[in-house]
Structure formats: C-alpha cells, structure tokens
C-alpha cells in the first residue's frame, strides 16, 4: 500500500474535529437550515434525524470516494444524486420497518436528505478528491456536526414548549401549579431559526475571542 | 443641585479607565447624562448642539404617554369593581388600578434596564435610552392579568432579539414593544386573548348578571355587532381592554403633545388613520359579514388601532424615514390592521401585525423612495446640460 499514514493522523483528526465546530455545516456554512427548522419541534425526531443524515453523509461519501476515479467528470452529479438517493431509500425503508411512529412525523423528510445540501456539498467539496478513509470521516464528522446543532435546538424547544424531554415530564407539577405555562411560540419555526441564531451568536463570539 | 453635582465629580475618577469600578463605567454615565445635561464638547467638525437630545426626547414621550397611564389605572379599578358589581369611590378605584399596574411597569423597567446595562456593558457602550419609552409603552399593550414572569419573559425576549442583536437603540428592525406584545400573543395565548385577561382576577371573583369581560374587538370578531357599546363610549374609554388602549382621550391628549412638540411625525399618523378608513369602507361595499359593515369610525375607536397609529407606528426608528415613504407606510399599516382583523377572526388585534409587518418593509419603501429620487434628479440633470 502505498498510504503510509496511520489511521488516526492529525489530519484526519483535524478533519473530523472542523466541522464540528468551526466549519460547523449549520452554524458556519449555513446549509440544511431547512429540515433543522422541520424537525426540531420534539427530540426524539430530531436524535433519528441525525442520525440517518450521518449515515447518509459518512457512507455517500466512501462510496464516492471509492468511485472517484472512474465518475466522468460531466455526469459526476447524476452519480453523485444515485449514490444518495439509494442510501436515503435504504435508511427510510430501515426507519419505516423499525421507528414507524418517528418515520411518520419525520415524513418528507428523510426523503428530502436528498436535497440536503451538506450531503452534496461534502461530496462535491471533499470525496470527489480524497481518499476514501478521510472520506468517510470527513462524511460522518459533518453530518454530526448537523446533529449536534438539531439536537440542542431540539432539546430547547422540547423542553420550553412542552416541557417534556423524549415524552419525559421534565418540568415538575408544582411548576405548572404556580402559574408556568408552556411556551407555544418555541413550537413554531420562527423560534427555531431564532435557537439556531442564538447558538451562532454564542459560537463566533467564543470563536472570535479565542483569535 | 450643586451638591449633587459635587458629589458625582467626586465619584467620578472611580469608574474612568483604571479606577475600582471602570467595569461599570456605562452605568455611571447613564445615571450622570440622565442628571445634568452632558458638558463634553467635539472635537472636531460643526456640530449644532440642540437642548432636545435623545433623552429629552423619550421623556416627551412619556409625558405623552402618561393620560393614558393614568386612565389605565383608573380603568383597571372601575372594571374590577364593575364586573362585581360593588360601588367604590372614583379614588378607591384608581388606587386598585394603581396597585395592580404598577408591578407590571416595574418588572418591564427592571429586565429592561437590567439587560441594556448589562450589554451596554460588556459592549462598551453608554446605555441608550430607547427603553425609557418601550418600558412604559410594554405595560399599556398588556392585559392587567398577565402573569408577571410573563411580561419580564417577553421584555427579555423583545430588548435581546427586537433590540440588541441588531445593535442597540436606534438599529431595530422591529418596534420592541409590541415585539414584546407578539411574543405574549404567540407564546401564551391564554393570558392575552379571549373574555379573562381584561379584567383583574376575573376567573376567579363573583361577577353580576349579564357582564363580560369581551373586549369590543372580541365582541366583533364573534360577529356580535349589537354587543359592541356605541362610539361615545369606545371613545371615553371605560371598557375592557389592554391598560393603555382603551381611552381614545387620552390618547389624543397624547398625540397633541406629540405632534406640538414635534416628535411625532403627523404625515405617519395621518395616513394611518386615512388608510383605516379606507379599507373600512371597502368592506362596507363589500359587506358580506357583519363585521364588515361596522362603520369607519368604530372601526378606528375599537381595540388598538388608534394607541398603535399615535404612539406604535411612529417610532421614528422603525418607521419609513421618507416623507413619502412614511405617506406609504401609515396607510398601508391603516389598511393592513382592518383587514387582518375583519378578515382573520384568530387575530382580533390587526393593529400589532400590522405595524410589525410595516415595520418589516419600511427599509424597502425607503429604498424605492430614493432610488425614484435619483432617477428623477437624474433625469433633470441630463436635460439640463444637453
């Protein structure tokens, strides 16, 4: 073999650290806004959510790379859009067989991964020219990225809308007794945007003072 | 007040850069800006110093505001006693109104204040005083039955994401005290819509026969025309209603001071009122439900229409800063407030959307104003010289 590296270099450290924080897909690059608003309303959607753009991202994203050299260069989105699309029917045959209930409130949008822009962009931008390992970490790393901020959004709006966490009653009785009330402006997807506004403020202003 | 003012040089070098409490030098300057008329100079450049400066603008503002403060008060105290149906002194009244109004005004001024020092703070800045006025305008567009988390909830909401993120005072997009209002209305509907929030303690006192706590608008998007009291009474004031709204006299008493001290911009308020009759008599052409054929001038007394068109839509931050554009800006927020609220009976109160929605697009107007401007400058110039 002629790669030399180790499995787990700096680089590929690096790789899989960046788009967690300061390449964030959502935060930073500002795409798949779209089904973080959707799906952030309770936390259990948004866990199952993340998880399938993970798998998707990691695995379109080996394949490609896998496939790198043989795509001609004028049909390589036609591939690239096959590669998905097959991965995205085989997770949303897996959600409807074994989370019916979760692939039902999620509806159109798994099949809307498709058009997720961080899965095309990731391929695009690093699969199309990388080895395959880097890949795939390179895939796994962004779509957690894409997790983590749909999962803190929605763990906020879970908790302030309804006060429960995964159908948990989070927010005591006594609470509610002295006059709480759940906030149903957090339901809506302005309150989402907002949530995913707070947490860029909060990490470029954390980011810029550490420059 | 000269030992105040020896006692504030005094202090003075503590909070200036090295001294104890330079963290809180902001604070410091708010507090002596808002005690003596500031006496530092530019340095460069002409600049015309006027005595009417952003602080003393926001308290004519206040003083605007306070007819119907004070009504607001007294009106809280006749409904509750109304609604009883036990007879009180017009003095018992006003001090039950007092005591129920006043922690509203004072949990706003306390989150208010408290995160404008506090961003003002760690930005640097010296405070502004844009809340002065929001912090009063927030407690007369509440229901006197808001919680008051509620109301220090929505304050928060409307200073951080209505003021700060956009820069502070003077940067907003949006006006922040009906912000405030739309987050109550979205966020908990319960406390501000429907016949209980009007009335103090509703829910739970003996009420006489045949009272209801319905609010005119209430009553119109219900289609109950015959309920709504007639014009002389929408224009007194003594019905059910948000705390500052409901007297069209003190409102006009505020709009007076307004527009004779010239903070107010009378091309605004005009057209908005002109834009309210106007969308009233379309619907009385159109006239299919009972609630369009409410006549113009009920349409202007109920509800908030007339407190938004005096003291909400011409904020001069949020509105079109064109004359023309302030023209286009006041008449659509006029047609814009009857239509959502005849048309869309879930939102009874159009006027807030309305002038949120105004507020969204004045850049735009401004914009289009301009560029018109140019185009027609242009033009002449071109003719001018060929």
């Given amino acids: 073999m002629e790669n030399k590296e180790p499995l787990f270099s700096a680089k590929i450290k690096k790789t899989f650290l960046e788009p967690l924080n300061i390449n964030n897909p959502i935060t930073i690059q500002i795409l798949g806004i779209c089904s973080a608003l959707a799906v952030t309303v309770k936390f259990k959607p948004a866990l199952v959510m993340a998880i399938s753009v993970v798998v998707v991202t990691g695995f379109s994203n080996l394949i490609i790379a896998l496939l790198r050299n043989t795509i001609p260069m004028r049909i390589r989105i036609i591939v690239q859009l096959t590669v998905i699309a097959t991965l995205v029917i085989i997770v949303d045959q897996i959600l409807k067989a074994f989370v019916y209930d979760v692939s039902k409130q999620l509806s159109v949008f798994v099949g809307l991964i498709i058009t997720n822009c961080i899965v095309m962009g990731r391929l695009e931008a690093f699969a199309m020219a990388n080895k395959p390992w880097p890949s795939f970490v390179d895939g796994i790393a962004n779509g957690l990225g894409y997790g983590i901020i749909l999962i803190i959004v929605a763990f906020f709006r879970e908790i302030l809308g309804n006060g429960t966490i995964l159908n948990e009653k989070i927010i005591p009785d006594f609470l509610y007794n002295a006059g709480y009330l759940n906030n149903g402006l957090v339901i809506l997807p302005p309150m989402a945007l907002i949530f995913i506004g707070i947490i860029i403020w909060v990490q470029r202003g954390v980011l810029i003072k550490k420059k | 007040m000269k030992w105040l003012r020896n006692y504030i040089d005094k202090i003075k070098p503590t909070f200036e850069e090295g001294g104890k409490l330079w963290f809180l030098k902001s604070t410091f300057e708010a507090f002596e800006t808002f005690l003596f008329t500031p006496n530092k100079t530019t340095q460069r450049g002409a600049h015309i110093r006027d005595y009417v400066d952003l602080k003393r603008t926001m308290f004519i503002v206040i003083i605007a505001l306070i007819p119907s403060l004070l009504f607001g008060m007294f009106n809280v105290g006749y409904q509750y006693y109304k609604a009883q149906g036990i007879s009180a002194s017009y003095l018992q009244m006003f001090y039950f109104g007092f005591l129920k109004v006043l922690p509203i005004i004072i ?280």
Avoid at chain 2, 182 to 201: C, E, L, Q, R
Avoid at chain 2, 209 to 225: E, K, M, R, V, Y
Avoid at chain 2, 261 to 267: E, F
């Fill in chain 2, 107 to 386: 949990v706003t001024y306390i989150t208010g204040l408290g995160i404008e020092f506090f961003f003002a703070q760690i930005r640097k800045h010296e405070v502004n005083e844009g809340f002065l006025v929001t912090g009063l305008l927030i407690p007369l567009i509440m229901p006197v039955n808001v919680p008051l988390w509620i109301v220090a909830v929505a304050t928060a909401f409307a200073v951080i994401f209505g003021k700060e993120v956009y820069g502070g005072t003077g940067m907003n997009v949006f006006n922040p005290a009906l912000l405030a209002r739309a987050f109550v209305f979205f966020a908990y509907p319960k406390v501000i819509s429907g016949d209980f929030p009007w009335i103090y303690n509703l829910q739970n006192i003996k009420v006489v026969d045949g009272f209801s706590g319905a609010t005119p608008l209430a009553n119109a998007a219900a289609h109950q025309i015959e309920k709504i009291p007639d014009n002389l009474t929408l224009f007194i004031g003594l019905i059910p209603g948000s705390i500052g709204e409901t007297s069209k006299i003190a409102i006009l008493l505020g709009a007076f001071i307004l527009l004779f001290t010239g903070v107010a911009s009378w091309r605004t308020m005009i057209s908005v009122f002109v834009g309210g009759i106007f969308m009233s008599l379309i619907l009385n052409l159109i006239g299919i439900n009972p609630y369009m054929t409410i006549s113009p001038l009920t349409q202007i007394l109920m509800g908030g229409f007339m407190f938004g068109a005096v003291f909400m839509a011409t904020d001069p931050v949020t509105s079109a800063q064109t004359n023309t554009g302030k023209y286009i800006y006041g008449f659509l927020i006029g047609v814009l407030a009857i239509l959502i609220r005849v048309l869309n009976p879930a939102y009874p109160e159009g006027m807030m959307l309305a002038i949120l929605f105004m507020n969204a697009f004045a850049p735009l107007i401004d914009y289009y104003i301009i560029q018109n401007n140019i185009r027609k400058r242009l033009a002449r110039t071109k003719n001018a010289t060929l």
